[in-house]
């Protein structure tokens, strides 16, 4: 499944007869909102913490952060690129965004400057709000209806 929430088009070159005549499969809320994870780069993310406890540099987890956020635009592009599905440039955005809020939710990066137990409810919060507006975002508006 591409991670672009660009829309398939209508017709599908190479499709066998039975494929071409099939409705397209509707995109849910929900859907759309499971695709702004970066699960792909999250995933990495958490199984590199285990580590993290025998590093002696104190910002590793910055560091981490900071790497898996630069990667989360690449990664887009490059799946873009490889499926022929060009993201929308307020995705790149959404994606960034969620993936530092889910980040943080993991670790907390940011310990040497900002307690962890101050926040702890506000990052729990971001999890679930910052993909749920950003599916609400980068939802698909209504044509705009021809003048009278």
């Avoid at 994606?95 to 729990?124: H, K, N, Y």
């Amino acid at each position: 499944m591409p991670l672009s929430l660009a829309h398939r088009s209508s017709t599908n070159v190479g499709a066998s007869a039975d494929e071409s005549t099939s409705p397209p499969i509707r995109e849910t809320d929900l859907d759309r909102i499971l695709k702004l994870i970066p699960t792909e780069l999250l995933a990495l993310y958490t199984a590199v913490l285990p580590v993290t406890a025998e590093v002696a540099w104190p910002h590793f987890l910055l560091a981490l952060l900071l790497a898996g956020t630069a990667f989360v635009p690449l990664i887009l592009y490059l799946d873009g690129r490889s499926t022929h599905q060009a993201a929308r440039w307020p995705q790149y955005v959404v994606r960034t965004a969620v993936f530092v809020a889910w980040a943080s939710a993991t670790s907390w990066p940011f310990a040497p400057w900002i307690s962890e137990r101050d926040l702890g409810w506000a990052r729990a919060l971001l999890v679930l709000l910052v993909p749920l507006a950003g599916a609400y975002v980068l939802r698909d508006r209504p044509p705009a209806a021809p003048p009278a």
